[in-house]
């Protein structure tokens, strides 16, 4: 039986829950677009009248939509040419979802988006319908097809695992602006030792270019070795200036909640660098440059009112 306007309002109502559900489960707003396009196909198909809470019904498709895609995706990523790392959403971003709470802010950000990468999918479902958007753990096991118990250790193993690998307390907004901004001072000095003050001694460097934009598949570890990276990455040079199309603007601004690096060559994003940044420094870079994963990032951009850059290069 076709969809009434009315059915077709109902999902229309869910999709941005939806595409922010699937986002943090997935970390691609691609896939998650794709998975919430075939949740609707799934609606469609649906006997709709006979659905009694259709939010519950659509989460629960939804859900074990990206559970599969998970599945998949770890044997797609054994094959991934270097270090594979979340497609970052700018600020503005309808897919980033609620951010009432500090957990669904701390949610969606890009160092826990990565940790989410070490977590079983089930782990995962459980954290995100959880932590992000409230579930109880009665709907959740719902969705899932578990116990309550189950679903209750599920959360508090998978919370432990994002715990464990977060770095110390974070900074205030204004102060981690300033932080990033006098980074990019350092960054562009052609020196090291200021680059080092700036840095936590465990900091780490990481980078996703997919196999299209150089980055190592090993990340850099410790303070020196990832100043003497930066302080190379940002050192003019025409081969630079080549092969991301143009000289560069560089802005700091918000990605996923946090402080970062945004790279534009004539309104193109050609780089998304997000800063983890702690009451004793720079914890970690974790760079996305596969043009793959900046599209959406180059969209919301241009609809975006930005202001001037902080500085051009190479």
Not at 7 to 17: K, L, M, Y
Not at 116 to 126: F, H, I, K, S
Not at 307 to 312: T, W
């Amino acid at each position: 039986m076709p969809l009434t306007l009315q059915d077709v309002d109902r999902f229309e109502s869910a999709r941005p829950r939806l595409e922010a559900i699937a986002y943090r489960l997935l970390g691609s707003a691609g896939e998650a677009e794709d998975a919430v396009q075939e949740t609707y196909l799934r609606w469609q198909a649906a006997d709709v009248e006979r659905i009694e809470v259709p939010e519950a019904w659509l989460t629960k498709v939804l859900t074990n939509l990206c559970l599969n895609q998970l599945a998949s995706a770890r044997a797609r990523r054994e094959t991934y040419v270097g270090r594979w790392l979340p497609e970052p959403l700018l600020d503005g971003d309808p897919m980033l979802g609620p951010a009432a709470t500090a957990e669904q802010r701390e949610s969606v950000s890009y160092a826990v988006l990565t940790l989410m990468e070490r977590l079983t999918p089930n782990e995962r479902a459980v954290y995100v319908l959880r932590e992000a958007f409230d579930y109880p753990h009665r709907e959740i096991a719902e969705i899932l097809d578990l116990s309550e118990a189950a679903s209750q250790q599920i959360f508090h193993r998978a919370k432990k695992h994002i715990a464990d690998g977060k770095a110390r307390a974070e900074v205030d907004e204004a102060a981690a602006r300033a932080i990033v901004e006098e980074f990019l001072a350092a960054a562009t000095s052609g020196r090291t030792e200021p680059l080092v003050r700036l840095l936590t001694s465990d900091a780490v460097a990481v980078g996703d270019g997919g196999g299209k934009v150089p980055a190592r598949t090993k990340g850099f570890e410790g303070a020196l070795a990832v100043a003497k990276f930066m302080r190379g990455l940002f050192k003019p040079a025409p081969a630079k200036r080549a092969l991301i199309g143009g000289a560069a603007d560089m802005y700091v601004t918000t990605a996923n909640g946090g402080p970062a690096v945004v790279a534009v060559v004539e309104g193109r994003v050609v780089g998304v660098m997000c800063l983890e940044i702690t009451a004793e420094g720079i914890a970690a870079f974790r760079s996305q440059a596969n043009p793959d994963k900046l599209a959406r990032a180059t969209e919301v951009w241009a609809a975006a009112d930005h202001g001037e850059p902080l500085l051009r290069m190479f």
